[in-house]
């Protein structure tokens, strides 16, 4: 089955396939695509790490081939802390022995770090090339590889070197999560509760259904489908409305506040990404029933889908919660000295507030305290 999700931005609307073998047709619908504006005999960089390209890379390669692009390969190392200007500095390299122009574009295949540097390369490069996005993981497949948002982590904090661009394609193969590690499942369905949690209670509810949802192997395709189409369709709705997060859009921010200063702290190390998510959203969603914008009913229930699903609920044991705290006070989201927390209203529906004060998010933080 194929869906066709689209992302609709008034300047340049683009799809998101879902299509079981969608890796090996990549190079048809790109073909076939007006929106993709990439024509058959363009050069295409295909950016990815050797372990998923090793995988991946020669079906999708060809397909490209087959439709009639020329196709090269950047290979990065894998990893959160190889999200830098460095790597950048690689695939620049690479774009400019291929020979790359500006109706050239860059394909990313893989998860969310390869996807957001190979966005910020393609919004740079010649001052912006054509961008496809292939995700391979759960979590760049729901949220990273839609939206546009591109960037690179600079030593003092997470993402703060990046750009707004968006891809012309995005192809989500959901066969190839059949090879993702556990714990990275497991991170992207962080990202899939809080979409259920902000924005679509059906979604929320079809998580509870399951006894086990902690590997990818208790998905049946019904569960799969679902997971896909609504957390895709979510993040389009949103990205469609603000695109450049003036308002709305920062309620995907949900459970990143406190998430965003974990990884900063564990130097991108011992925790991934939607691990710390998990533990942001623990925390806020404690901080929401406190202030009544949901009841501890709905609290307990986003915490024990976390807990099904495998994700942790406590913080690193080499962290403490005082250094979380001060960890935030240098977050992007200060505003005025007030800490931005994106806030549920019930399941299905979140806002923003910025009305936080510093004990409330102790005793938050003592929720996930380590054990
Ligand atoms: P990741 O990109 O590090 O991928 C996780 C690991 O899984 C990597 O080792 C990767 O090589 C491997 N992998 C990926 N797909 C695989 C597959 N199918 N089979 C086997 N191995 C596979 O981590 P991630 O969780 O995908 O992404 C996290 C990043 O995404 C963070 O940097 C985060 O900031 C970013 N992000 C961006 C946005 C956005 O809107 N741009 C949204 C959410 C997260
Ligand atoms: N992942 C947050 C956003 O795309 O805005």
Redesign the pocket.
């Known amino acids: 089955m194929t869906s066709v999700i689209t992302v609709a931005l008034p300047d340049q609307p683009y799809n998101v396939v879902i299509s079981a073998g969608g890796l090996g047709r990549v190079g048809e619908w790109l073909q076939g695509n007006p929106t993709a504006l990439v024509k058959p005999g363009q050069r295409l960089l295909v950016v990815?790490?050797p372990?998923?390209f090793k995988?991946?890379g020669e079906a999708l390669v060809r397909s490209l081939a087959q439709a009639g692009y020329l196709v090269e390969s950047c290979l990065l190392p894998?990893?959160?802390r190889y999200?830098t200007l460095k790597s950048i500095q690689k695939i620049y390299d690479a774009a400019l022995a291929f020979r790359l122009e500006r109706q050239s574009a860059m394909v990313a295949l893989?998860?969310?770090?390869?996807?957001?540097m190979t966005?910020f390369a393609a919004a740079t490069w010649l001052r912006g090339v054509g961008l496809v996005q292939v995700?391979?993981?759960?979590?760049?497949m729901v949220?990273?590889?839609?939206?546009?948002?591109?960037?690179v982590?600079h030593p003092q904090g997470?993402?703060l070197i990046g750009a707004f661009y968006q891809p012309r394609l995005v192809m989500i193969d959901p066969l190839?999560?059949?090879?993702?590690?556990v714990r990275?499942f497991r991170?992207?369905m962080a990202?899939v509760i809080k979409y259920g949690v902000i924005w679509d209670q059906p979604l929320f509810e079809a998580l509870e259904a399951p006894t086990r949802l902690d590997q990818y192997r208790y998905l049946n395709d019904q569960l799969r489908h679902t997971i896909l189409t609504h957390a895709c369709q979510a993040k389009a709705e949103v990205v469609s409305q603000d695109e450049k997060e003036a308002g709305l859009r920062a309620i995907?921010n949900y459970g990143h506040t406190i998430g965003h200063a974990i990884?900063n702290l564990m130097h991108?190390r011992g925790i991934?990404?939607?691990e710390a998510v998990a533990l942001g959203m623990v925390a806020a969603g404690h901080i929401a029933s406190r202030l009544g914008f949901w009841s501890n009913t709905e609290e307990q229930r986003q915490r024990a889908l976390i807990e099904k699903v495998g994700l942790p609920t406590c913080l690193p044991t080499v962290l403490d919660a005082r250094a979380v705290l001060a960890a935030l006070q240098g977050d992007k989201k200060v505003e005025a000295g007030l800490l931005r927390f994106i806030m549920p209203r019930g399941l299905g529906s979140a806002q923003i507030t910025t009305a936080i004060d510093q004990q409330m998010i102790r005793a938050a933080l003592e929720v996930i305290g380590s054990t």
């Open positions: 990815a790490n372990g998923v995988i991946y894998a990893g959160e999200k893989g998860g969310g770090v390869i996807g957001d966005g995700p391979t993981s759960l979590l760049a949220d990273a590889a839609i939206g546009g948002k591109t960037g982590n997470k993402n190839v999560l059949k090879t993702l590690p990275e991170a992207g990202e995907l990884e991108y991934n990404h939607g």
